[in-house]
């Protein structure tokens, strides 16, 4: 299993349409990537403009495939346009 | 929904006893804590020395239950005897 913590600074003001286009990926995600074990945002408590993306995937492939969608493909510069930065993605393979 | 990455830089040497330690703790946590989705150590693809829990909460009180379980308190003075520094841990908020 391949786990992945994307960590997203979003601009002041703009959290509302970051949350609306994240929201749509997530069901996106959800309802076509059987290998996407957690495809989950969320708001850190200290400081309202960070967010992370944290993900769990069965295998590389499906991190693979997963990148390669249209939907990921599409919503990747509609969330980049809501940024301070670039993202900061973290990939790990599973302790067990 | 709550979620919690605690990060953690292993010293050298270390791995092996840290895994187990860390092994250990998630096969209690799974067994004893329904308020606990996931908890689930990750090692970084890009450096062999760092490892994440990544962990989600049905809830607040699953939260603070979890911190105060017998297993988790024993747990953590093992844990912290492997790595070079505390913890960096980051508490965040589900976007749904």
Do not use: W
């Not at 979003?10 to 069901?27: I, R, S, Y």
């Not at 960070?50 to 969330?79: C, N, V, W």
């Amino acid at each position: 299993m391949i786990g992945v913590v994307a960590k997203l600074a979003v601009a002041d003001g703009k959290n509302a349409e970051f949350e609306e286009v994240a929201k749509d990926l997530m069901a996106k995600v959800k309802a076509n990537e059987a290998g996407c074990l957690t495809y989950q945002l969320y708001k850190s408590k200290s400081d309202g403009q960070s967010y992370i993306f944290m993900e769990q995937y069965s295998s590389e492939d499906a991190l693979k495939r997963h990148g390669q969608t249209d939907y990921f493909k599409a919503a990747g510069p509609k969330l980049g346009a809501c940024l301070t930065g670039r993202p900061e993605v973290e990939y790990y393979d599973i302790v067990e």
